[in-house]
């Protein structure tokens, strides 16, 4: 059974970083797509990056220039280098795999618990 944990969350002051780190368990063959998403109180979840297999990369625009995905296909972990942290940044991130071939078969999506990201002085 294929699960997603992410770890990296917590509180930091806005100008600060962290960096989320979601590793993929499993008996996992290949992964298409991973990605960050986000959603803030009284707010629908949103894509924050995403990276596929052949690099193609997208970000949304309020992150851009901030954060920074990459991808560890070996070790099937997706991650994110969030720089320059505002308030407005302050959600549960969720990481997200699409296009999974694994033991089970091929499957789409799966989604991790979250991690907590708080911005605050």
């Known amino acids: 059974q294929v699960q997603l944990v992410e770890s990296g969350g917590g509180l930091v002051q806005p100008g600060g970083s962290l960096r989320l780190s979601c590793a993929a368990s499993?008996?996992?063959?290949?992964?298409?797509?991973m990605g960050w998403y986000r959603q803030a109180p009284g707010k629908e979840r949103e894509l924050v990056a995403a990276?596929?297999?052949?690099?193609?990369?997208n970000y949304a625009d309020t992150v851009k220039g901030r954060f920074t995905i990459s991808r560890d296909n070996a070790k099937n972990t997706v991650y994110l280098q969030m720089n320059s942290l505002e308030p407005e940044d302050t959600a549960l991130y969720y990481c997200k795999a699409d296009g999974v071939f694994s033991s089970s078969g091929y499957g789409s999506p799966y989604w991790g618990k979250g991690t907590l990201v708080t911005v605050s002085s």
């Open positions: 499993g008996i996992i063959f290949s992964i298409d797509a």
């Open positions: 990276i596929r297999r052949g690099r193609i990369i």
